[in-house]
């Protein structure tokens, strides 16, 4: 009967000073003080003590921390249970459990315990719905009955107030629990069973089975006004009709959660999920392209949504990192992303990429003609714009020293049987027209990107050439 | 073979300052061996339960109706009770467990690999995983998601965690648990959830927690936009949900920073015992670069003070409540001893062109590069600017803007809000003691609009047509 569970003085109750280090802080006659000593019998009794984290609550059981001889942790109003997924999932071998009253769980902590509930995660959840706020000074519960007289309630719950809420039948209710019950404490066979509920609950999660709950209908003598033992005949006579006792959910007998994940840190592992190679790469370039534009040039490619400029883009940034350059890329940011236009800012620098926009564009490839009516106006001089001449058939005025190569992008790709490729068509069209890269950087690229699809690389590759030839025929 | 006698059974027994009158152990027994008594026990105030055990059979049925852990105890047969101080009793627990110790950090060689071309927001996903970050909190929230997805997509791959919450509120409470158990985590959000989650911040810090939250900028108030905005550095600066409350925020400015960042970031979280926040912008998250990795990875140890769920760390508790007034007060001096600690030796700034610069632009983030791009593009034309470029925005880098102020006759504060960065300045000017300083103007966008390259320029040269 007795369990060394709970601390052999109560230090972090008034440094447990006097009686304060042997008594709790609850009223005479809570039900809180009987939960906790068939929690810490159970616990006990499981040979679990060491593993066993226990979040307290905001509520009258705040201070559960102040008894239990565990790890403890004190969470915030209503989150106990997704705490308690923070330490079950950090260290699976220990046991949680989630202490909550009735304003903590069934009011500000809803979604939290439902949402745990239907995770299915092995913690175990102890409910005290005791009908009342105790804490706070006898506020309406959302468990209060209905006619119940409370300090926000005072001329008795209507239904204006809303309902008493069934925690345990809506949690039984969820596919995620493996046990539900709902116990009481107001007689001795009641008392059995509460003990007896809730070493199952914590059984649900030594055996790795799920998450269990269990509802106990606690008496709150002091907000009910009530002496103690008036207490227990008004739960049990009132309190039970409106929440009957008795088991709601038990699917423990072959149930078996899933193993939680123990992390590994191995570098290759590391390395390969991120997609680092240690192969030497291969570099083509003899130099930075300064003949486009001193130490960075910009680009912008752009048309719609499904002509493959960001892929294209991209294509380009991994070319230049490859021979050893700074690059960034920019995908278009606001509505236009949703459909329309799709435009990419893109610099490729000698030493660092300053500011990664390009509102004014070195090379502007543009896949249709809104963008190269909106872009090719703010080209710089001296610059080059190449551009899909199966669909752009005028071409605006362009600044001063601007040339402009039409490429029929779309036909070519068409021609060659996947209208998809018409991004390389340009790259390679791009290539031809600027020298911004050799033609192996841009190959090399290509190749890297389409790893995973060898077979799509001739394509790629005749696509490629075909973009180059169109410029170098015009 | 001697069958032990039911009278054998221990009998009750109370000390009547334990018990509470309450009653509930007297009409459990059939015998009517308890009964309530009649005179007020001086140390509580209350009347305890008189018992007369001639009769009592010894079920123990009003030892398990007792609400009190001390309350009515059976009576073990050596034990003269009556003879011992209370307070003494119940002796200390045999607890097997030495106090855990500190577990460090391994760090782990990595070969030398070929530069990723990666978003920022991948940048700083991998950063996570190099500074050992396992579990991985959130909800889905634009522009951050590409983060939470790489989580979903390759932790399970290293045997991490990623799991989707309910809300913004429940993540940063899963973080107080994994957190709280000693092992780091993190969480991509973005403004709006960000909001949601102060509320648990500031239980990070009041309890000690560590966690790095990474958010991703986007246009307010409200739903606002996803557009890229510096909209919650009052928030992470000044802003940390009730209470005292201070943590580091980093701004990375490109792809690479948001890997080395975020792997500072759990470095420091660790360090302080605090939650550190790293803020981006959407354009950032968004934006594809060279990101070269590290040659150390870490594997997380597990710090003396973690509830970890075992004997060593047993007596552990994660708490943010403290009673009594002197305590609170001495707790939250604590906390501010930590801040100044933090205030002291984690100013990060980045300087370019700074040394004889009398213009000096302060922008982070996305900002700041299109600053950068200004100030090249104004010194091949002689002006004389440099960019000061907060990396840490608390603590405000002071400690690197005093030296520059000499020279410096005018600051352009660039930032995509309405002052928020300017005001952290502003306050750092001042608890530094400059109450006269050089002019400060500012380019202020809203919305998701910044402040561009050209935009700068053409101010700053306006200035200085002004000034001269
Ligand atoms: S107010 Fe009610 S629930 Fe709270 S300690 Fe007192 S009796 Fe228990
Ligand atoms: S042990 Fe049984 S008989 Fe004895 S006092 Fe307690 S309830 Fe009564
Ligand atoms: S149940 Fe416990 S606290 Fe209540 S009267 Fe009996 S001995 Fe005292």
New interface residues.
Partial sequence: ??T?V????FE?HAQGQ??K????H?????????A??YL?EAIDELGI?????A??PVGCS??L?Y?M????????HG?AP??????????P????ISYQGDGDLASIGL??I??TAQLGIPISVIFINNAVYGMTGGQMAPTTLMGMKTATSPAGRTPLMGQPLRMAEMIAGLQGPVYVERVALY??KQ??RA?RAIRKALECQVENKGFSFVEVLAEC?THLRL???AT?KWVAEQMTQIFPLGLMKDVTKDASFPA??????S?E???E???????E?SRFATSFPSHLAKGDVALKLAGAGGDGAQTAA?LI??AA??EGF??????S??PESRGGTSYADVHVAERE?????A??PHLLVAFNAPSLAKFGPAVQPGGVVVYDSSTIHSVPELPAGVTAHGVPFTQIAADLGRTLVKNVVALGALQEATQLFPKETFLYAIRNALKEKCAMIPLNEEAFAWGARAVRGN | MSQPQMSERPKPFVFPEYCKGCGRCISVCAKNCISFGTEINPQTGLIPIVLDLEACNGCGLCITACPEPYGLQPQLPEVDYELIDPATLFGPRQSAATPAETTPDELIDLPATAPLVIKGNYAAAIGALLAGCRHVYGYPITPSTEGAEFMAKYLPQLDGVFLQAVSEVATVNIMYGCGGAGLPCLTFTSSPGFSLMLEGISYMIGSEVPGVFLDIMRGGPGLGNIAPEQSDIKLACRGLGHGNTHAIVLAPSTPQEMLDLTMLAFQLTFKYRNPVVILGDGYLGQMTGRVTLPNKMIRPGLPDWAVWGDAGHRRNLICSIYLSEPELEEHNKRLIAKYAAMSASEQRADLFHCADADTLIVACTTPAQMAKGAVQQLRQKGVKVGLFRPVTLWPFPIQHLLPLLKRVERIVVVEASDGQLEDELRLALSNAGIFKPPLIENIRHYGGVLPGQTEIVNRILATQEVAS
């Fill in positions: 009967m007795t060394t709970f601390y052999d003085r972090r006097g009686i280090g042997h008594s709790t609850y009223c005479p006659g809570c039900g809180h003080g009987l906790h000593k810490a003590q060491d593993r066993v984290v979040v307290s705040v201070f921390y008894y001889d565990v790890g403890n942790t004190q969470a915030a989150r997704v705490v308690a997924i923070g330490h079950k999932t950090a260290n071998d220990s046991i949680v979604a939290e439902v949402s007689d001795a008392r059995t003990k003598p002496d103690p033992v227990e939680l994940p123990r992390p590994s840190f570098e592992r590391l390395l999920v991120v997609g680092a190679s240690m192969e790469v991209m940034t991994n990192i490859n700074d690059s960034t890329h920019i995908p940011y606001g990429v300053l500011s990664p926009a509102p004014n």
